[in-house]
């Protein structure tokens, strides 16, 4: 197999998103398809990357078919549940999780509850949310401060889950990921404000990760605080989620 251009790839996709007309190509396996085709007929990429192209767009399928809940269902070869997914199935990926919630805790039983309820609603492995001990981050360098929070960068060792391996039955890690780290400051009534902000992050990743990509939560151990762990580009979205409030309760639903 050549050297796969990962840049070309995702530029590739981004024109054919770009180049879309939802007059034209409405409704969502019309959608994907068309996706398809012009990865296809893109003379940019080689065969390899195109499969590679059509293979991460087919996550994205993947994923939305499970969110809007249609589409052709499949008889998983190992829960025999009827799953939407093609690349992996969603009630195996549930129960794995499932099975490991008494794995780990944060010590505090409402962001217990909230992690392991996105777990249970996942649509997508690289959605995954999850709590991450602290001794799992390296390379801690405070960035700046703003409002309620402190921000930090680090290396996440074990990085977010990215795919599903059917035949070992397991999640599959990234590897070593730069994160940033939003911890709340301790001061009175910042930390009901810092719960609920957290609870949207958590809320709308698991089901929007193009809008934010939050991997979990985490604790520093020197002072108990709590701290959001997200990717780079997302570290400031509290604008975003003031404005879009009302639109996005329904992910908390």
């Not at 780290?181 to 609920?196: T, Y």
């Amino acid at each position: 197999m050549s050297t796969i251009r990962m840049k070309q790839v995702s530029q590739a996709i981004n024109r054919a998103w770009a180049s879309l007309d939802y007059n034209t190509h409405g409704g969502l396996h019309a959608t994907y398809e068309y996706i398809r085709q012009t990865i296809l007929n893109d003379s940019s990429l080689t065969d390899d990357e195109k499969t590679e192209a059509i293979r991460e767009s087919n996550k994205d399928y993947d994923r939305d078919k499970i969110r809007c809940n249609i589409g052709t269902r499949r008889i998983c070869e190992n829960c025999n549940q009827k799953c939407l997914a093609t690349l992996y199935c969603e009630y195996c990926v549930q129960n794995y999780l499932k099975a490991r919630f008494s794995n780990w805790t944060s010590g505090n039983n409402d962001i217990d509850n909230l992690i392991q309820k996105c777990q249970l609603e996942t649509h997508e492995p690289a959605m995954i949310v999850e709590w991450i001990p602290y001794n799992n981050l390296q390379n801690i360098k405070h960035l700046t401060k703003g409002g309620f929070s402190d921000i930090y960068t680090a290396n996440w060792i074990d990085g977010y889950y990215i795919e599903w391996d059917t035949k070992k039955q397991q999640l599959i890690r990234f590897g070593t990921q730069f994160v940033v780290l939003k911890e709340l400051v301790n001061v009175e009534g910042a930390s009901q404000i810092w719960f609920e902000e957290a609870k949207s992050h958590l809320n709308i990743s698991n089901k929007y990760p193009r809008i934010v990509k939050c991997c979990g939560l985490t604790q520093n151990p020197s002072n108990g605080n709590y701290m959001l762990v997200l990717n780079w580009r997302d570290a400031n979205l509290r604008e975003y989620l003031q404005r879009n409030h009302s639109r996005l309760t329904e992910f908390d639903s």
